[in-house]
């Protein structure tokens, strides 16, 4: 592999679900299914703010709010997310964009994320994504769920890169959590219907605003 360019380009680590592929229609689609499946159907502006925290966030707090045990709305999630598995995510605006920049730029596209490594690379496949990522993390490899930091820091090992010259990307609070416990600095994608109230150094109202941070040179680490 070329190792990444010494200049001022960052290399990217990009959450997957949310910030490269647009796949929060299906996850609250699937919700929605499911709890219609258990006689609790809701509306998408009561789902949408919770999964934007996460999936679990959102499972449990429905099912203490409409009566319905969680095991068994999980249960329902999995057998309406199984009915869909055949609409893959499409990338989200302006991710090719970027991740070719980064590319042009010698420095790295590194996807660090919670899906098993195989159900992610058939995503990045299925969006045109893949051939521009050098490496994927995964929790599939043994590694702690974010926001522990420990994906980061294998990334950070296996390509020799100093956290300093690395930005996360991810459109979540533990995605900003995980990149600060590792030393890296972190951009928030603000995705429709998110309430965050993240200390993240970019907050970015679409991955196209990536383009002007990558002109940037980064400093030392987050404060």
């Not at 956290?163 to 951009?187: K, T, W, Y």
């Amino acid at each position: 592999m070329t190792p990444p360019n010494s200049g001022s380009t960052p290399s990217l680590l990009w959450d997957l679900d949310g910030t490269l592929l647009d796949t929060y229609p299906a996850i609250d689609g699937a919700l929605q299914d499911a709890l219609a499946a258990l006689g609790r159907p809701t509306e998408l502006a009561a789902i949408v703010p919770l999964t934007r925290v996460t999936l679990g966030h959102a499972i449990q707090t429905l099912a203490a709010r409409l009566g319905l045990q969680e095991d068994a709305l999980w249960q329902a999630y999995g057998q309406a997310e199984a009915r869909r598995s055949g609409q893959f995510a499409p990338p989200m605006p302006y991710a090719r964009e970027v991740m070719t920049e980064v590319r042009a730029r010698s420095a790295l596209n590194l996807v660090v994320t919670h899906r098993d490594r195989e159900g992610a690379i058939a995503r990045l496949q299925a969006a045109g994504l893949w051939p521009l990522v050098d490496d994927l993390i995964s929790v599939g490899g043994g590694y702690a769920r974010k926001p522990d930091p420990a994906m980061f820091l294998a990334a950070l090992a296996r390509h020799g890169l100093e956290s300093a010259a690395c930005l996360a990307v991810g459109d979540r609070e533990l995605d900003i959590r995980a990149a600060h416990a590792a030393g890296i600095r972190a951009a928030l994608l603000v995705t429709p219907g998110a309430n965050l109230a993240v200390d993240a150094e970019y907050v970015l109202p679409d991955l196209g605003a990536l383009l002007g941070v990558l002109d940037r040179n980064p400093p030392a680490s987050p404060a």
